[in-house]
Every structure is written in C-alpha cells, then in structure tokens.
C-alpha cells in the first residue's frame, strides 16, 4: 500500500519530497550557515589576538632560553692572530651568528656581533678611522662599547664577551 499525500493540506510537501534523499536526511540552511554574528566575529578576534600574544611570549621565552644555552667558552685562536689596530672574524654562539674581535689601538680586546643593527649587513672595522662601519648605509659604531656614532643604526651592536688566557683568546658568552 502506498499512502497517499495530499498537496492540499501541505503545500511543501511536494517541495520537501523532489530534494534528494540526502537533503531530506541532513537539511543545511544556508542562509544561517553564511551568517557571522557580532558575538561570533569578537571571540574570533579575541582568541586570534590571544593566541598570537601566547606565540610573542614563547619566542621570546625560545631566545632567551638559546642565548643562554649558547654562552659556552669558544677558542677564537692564539692572542697572536689579533695584534693591535687588527680585527678577526668568528661565529659565535651558533655557526649562524658572525662577529668580529678588535683589539684597539690601546690593546684592549673586543667583539661584537657582525649584525648591523640598521638592515643587518655585516659591519667592518676600519683601522684607520678606529671605528665599526657597515658599509650599507654609512652607519658607524664606537670600538669601545659599540654604540652607534653616525648614519641610520640606533642601538648597539650585541656584545661579545670576550677575554685572553695564556696565549689564546676564547669567546665566553653573549653580553645582554
Ligand atoms: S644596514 Fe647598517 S647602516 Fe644600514
């Protein structure tokens, strides 16, 4: 026996009975499943704000966490390898971080890293000038404590710890 509808009394019937089986079974309204709400749109952009605090702080945490992991003693070479108003290029604390020792003109020694502070092109000493310059942009730190002294850079070169024993000169940490 198959009961017969009559359209009279429902009108979409006929409607709901021509979609597909599968429509019948798991009807989607469209409409409503396009539609953000206000409420839905804020916690979306509260969680996505929270959620790139969260990954700002485990950076910065990582760095941090590296740096001093990576403040082991290195052999740069023998003190002979850096005589007065002479420079010498290293990596140090990874093989991903160039850095130049200097030993002034007064004997001190120094090291710093390469890194300009600027756009990051690699700063050389200049004997003559007994300064660091980063041939880039003209930008020029002071030997002694690397801080800028002319063009663009605004903060210091990250300092190298650095220090001679017996003959040899050894890298001994990151100064912060
Ligand atoms: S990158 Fe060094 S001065 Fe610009």
């Not at 979609?19 to 798991?26: G, H, K, V, W």
Request: hydrophobic share 35%; proline share 7%.
């Amino acid at each position: 026996m198959n009961p017969q509808v009559d359209k009279s009394e429902n009108p979409q019937s006929s409607t709901i009975c021509s979609a597909p089986r599968y429509q019948q079974d798991f009807p989607i309204e469209w409409e409503g499943d396009h539609y953000v709400s206000r409420r839905e749109m804020v916690k979306f952009l509260t969680l996505g704000s929270l959620l790139l605090a969260v990954a700002n702080w485990v950076t910065a945490f990582a760095k941090r966490w590296i740096r001093r992991d990576s403040s082991a003693v290195q052999l740069l070479g023998p003190a002979t390898s850096l005589e007065a108003n002479g420079s010498m290029l290293f990596r140090y604390p990874t093989a991903d971080s160039p850095c130049i020792a200097i030993r002034t003109p007064q004997g001190a020694l120094v090291a710093y890293s390469q890194v300009c502070t600027h756009l990051s092109c690699a700063v050389v000493y200049d004997k003559a000038g007994n300064r660091i310059e980063c041939p880039c942009h003209r930008g020029a730190f002071d030997v002694e404590n690397g801080t800028p002294i002319a063009g663009p850079p605004t903060r210091p070169l990250a300092k190298v710890a650095i220090e001679q024993r017996g003959d040899k000169i050894y890298a001994t940490g990151m100064e912060v």
